[in-house]
Every structure is written in C-alpha cells, then in structure tokens.
C-alpha cells in the first residue's frame, strides 16, 4: 500500500492528529505488528520473567533489544528532570541511531515507538534485514534525512502506521484493550547501538522540547542484556518497588 507520509511537511493541526492507542507488552501482541512492521521470519519479541540473573539467562540469543513498560506517576518526571540536568555529559548520538520523538496529542504512541526503535536499530546494526517494501523500512528511508522531531512528525501523519497499530492495541487481552486507557503506564527500548547502551524515550526532552536519546556507557552482545537491566532495576524499579506493573519484553532470535 502507498505511505502516507508527507515529508517535510508542517505537523498535522491538533484537531486532525490520529490519536494511538497504547499496545499490550505480550509477545502475544507484539509479534504480529512488528511482523507487519517489516521483522523477518525467526525474530520475534518473548517474556522477560525477572531481573534476577538466572532468569535472564533464560533469554533467548542473540537479544539486540528490551522493550520496558513502567507504571510511570513516581519515574518520568524526576528521571527526565534528572536526564536534562545532565544531557551535557552525553556523547553525540551516532549517525546509525534510529530515534524519534513522540510528539504531544499523538496519544498513546509509546508502544509503537518502541517496537519501531528496537527493530530499526537491529536493522541498521545488520542483524537482520526488514523486507523489502515493508512498512517500516519505507519509513526509515523517506525519513532518513530529517531530524528527530521531524521524524516524530512524520510518525504522527503516517496514517498507515496508526490504524496497524490500533489495530494490535484492539487484539490486547487485559482490561482496557482497544481503548485509550494506557493505566499510566509508558514503554522505553533499551538498544546496543555500536558499542554503546541507549534507552530511547520519545518523551525524554531538552530544554527547547526536543527528545533525546539517552547514552548509558559501554556494553557488548553478551553483556546488553545484563547492563540494560541494571539501568531499569536501578532508575526505575528502584523508583517505585512496592509497584507490580513493570513488563519486559526481550527481542530475540527465536529459532
């Protein structure tokens, strides 16, 4: 099907911007839209079941990315705070990072950039290569160029994207499923982009309200798992631990 992006474009008026509805962090769910997004046969996204070193180890390999959804009320305003206090210790982002922003009115997006994050940035690394004409290969291409708000506007406007994902938000299985009830909750992707950690957030914003992707140091293929883990045990199950609505979901070679 033709794209409806419209590149370079001003962003949509408010009272036009599709509004998302949040996705369901089960593999159950996921895999299909990002099978739709472009993901190749034997790649999919599974269950992360604890933080304890033994169950990750249960994780199938390679993992290239974690999806994490957070009950958010307590963590994102003081962690971003925390983040912009610091964003002049971050390294410039590399040219091959896949990062988007999620703009305010787009709705409950987060899931679908996340999903797209995890499997562009797996893409561009060479893991694997998304099918030809896919969805979300011919969105990485017509927005190649553009900067990471324009991207985000681009997002916004891709009618196409929207109603696929509303329609895996519709195939959800727990209460509020289909609506736009996200139960103040958020997801993030954790991605090893050339040698280096990055949690990607499309609500994490400077001082002039643009996103950005945040640099967690060092980190190989056999140590991603472990390193992106501590960073969410620590900045964000720390933040709330009495909380039972943290998910993880791992993407990984499946067969």
């Known amino acids: 099907p033709r794209s409806s992006f419209c590149l370079f474009g001003p962003p949509p008026p408010p009272g036009r911007m599709p509004s998302w509805l949040p996705l369901e962090s089960n593999p159950e769910v996921l895999n299909p839209f990002v099978q739709r997004l472009g993901l190749p046969d034997g790649w999919g996204f599974t269950d992360v079941f604890g933080v304890d070193p033994d169950l990750l180890m249960m994780i199938p390999q390679p993992c ?9 009320e ?3 305003k003081p962690r971003r705070e925390e983040l912009r206090a610091t964003l002049s210790a971050q ?26 994050h995890a499997v562009a940035n797996a893409a561009h690394a060479g893991v694997f290569s998304l099918r030809d004409g896919s969805p979300l290969a011919m969105f990485i291409e017509q927005t190649k160029s553009l900067t990471v708000s324009e991207r985000g506007w681009e997002l916004a406007k891709a009618k196409d994207l929207q109603e696929m994902s509303d329609a895996t938000a519709a195939a959800g299985t727990t209460e509020g ?20 950690l990055y949690e990607l957030d499309g609500r994490t914003f400077d001082s002039e309200g643009v996103a950005f992707p945040v ?3 060092a980190t190989t293929a056999d140590a991603f798992v472990f390193d992106a ?13 009495s909380s039972i609505n943290f998910n993880i979901t791992a993407l990984c070679r499946l067969e």
């Open 64 to 72: 290239v990315a974690l999806c994490l959804l957070y009950p958010s």
């Open 74 to 76: 307590h963590i994102s």
């Open 91 to 116: 390294p410039s982002p590399p040219d091959q990072l896949f990062f988007m922003q999620q703009h305010d009115g787009i709705g409950n997006a987060c899931g679908t950039l996340a999903c797209m």
């Open 177 to 196: 499923a289909g609506t736009d009830d996200a139960q103040n909750s958020h997801f993030i992707c954790f991605v090893n982009v050339s040698g280096f």
């Open 215 to 217: 640099c967690h140091g």
């Open 229 to 241: 883990v501590t960073v969410i045990r620590d900045h964000f199950i720390a933040r709330d631990p």
